[in-house]
T-cell receptor, first 112, second 117 residues
């Protein structure tokens, strides 16, 4: 049972910001939102995660709506190397139980 | 640098033989590690939880006698695909989680491509 909904695919222009939406309308108060990406033939790469506040790191920004039912991952200046499948995942706040349930993700293609 | 390392990155084996894949946590000790499988054009599917010093916990539909998991130390888990068949050809990925700077972060290995011929 999918806990997140993401668009199947999206194209982005190189150098522009890429905004990746994710719906998680059934998220509970004790669940984080995690974002990973997977470049072809590699293991998933951690991008960012958050609970309710917006988060920013060197890779991206995560904007979570006030009701926490959706979020947006922002890649500020997309490059060709950002072409990948992006996964939005919700996970309970439980230290020690680190398994993740992956959906289909969004295939992002950055075009020159 | 890498936090989780897998070896080998690619392996080809003959049908009926067994193959071992290693997953090492480089930066921290891990009492649990996780193994996933990914078929072409599909998403990652959790296979099992590797528990240090005890038996692995397998997800529904995963044969524990076929996919042997050993977690003998806090930094190493191994997945052995026994009596491999062509349908076992897949991308196998492990992950490790840790509480770092007050935040739970989960890292993945580079993955291991298994081709059974």
């Amino acid at each position: 049972d999918a806990k997140t909904t993401q668009p199947t695919s999206m194209d982005c222009a190189e150098g522009r910001a890429a905004n990746l939406p994710c719906n998680h309308s059934t998220i509970s108060g004790n669940e984080y939102v995690y974002w990973y990406r997977q470049i072809h033939s590699q293991g998933p790469q951690y991008i960012i995660h958050g609970l309710k506040n917006n988060e920013t790191n060197e890779m991206a920004s995560l904007i979570i709506t006030e009701d926490r039912k959706s979020s947006t991952l922002i890649l500020p200046h997309a490059t060709l190397r950002d072409t990948a499948v992006y996964y939005c995942i919700v996970r309970p706040i439980v230290t020690g139980d680190y398994k993740l349930s992956f959906g289909a993700g969004t295939t992002v293609t950055v075009r020159a | 640098g890498a936090v989780v390392s897998q070896h080998p990155s690619r392996v080809i084996c003959k049908s009926g033989t067994s193959v071992k894949i290693e997953c090492r946590s480089l930066d921290f000790q891990a009492t649990t590690m996780f193994w996933y499988r990914q078929f072409p054009k599909q998403s990652l599917m959790l296979m099992a939880t590797s528990n240090e010093g005890s038996k692995a916990t397998y997800e529904q539909g995963v044969e524990k006698d076929k996919f042997l998991i050993n977690h003998a130390s806090l930094t190493l888990s191994t997945l052995t695909v026994t009596s491999a068949h062509p349908e076992d050809s897949s991308f196998y990925i492990c992950s490790v989680g840790a509480l770092r700077q007050g935040r739970n972060t989960i890292y993945f290995g580079e993955g291991s491509w298994l081709t059974v011929v």
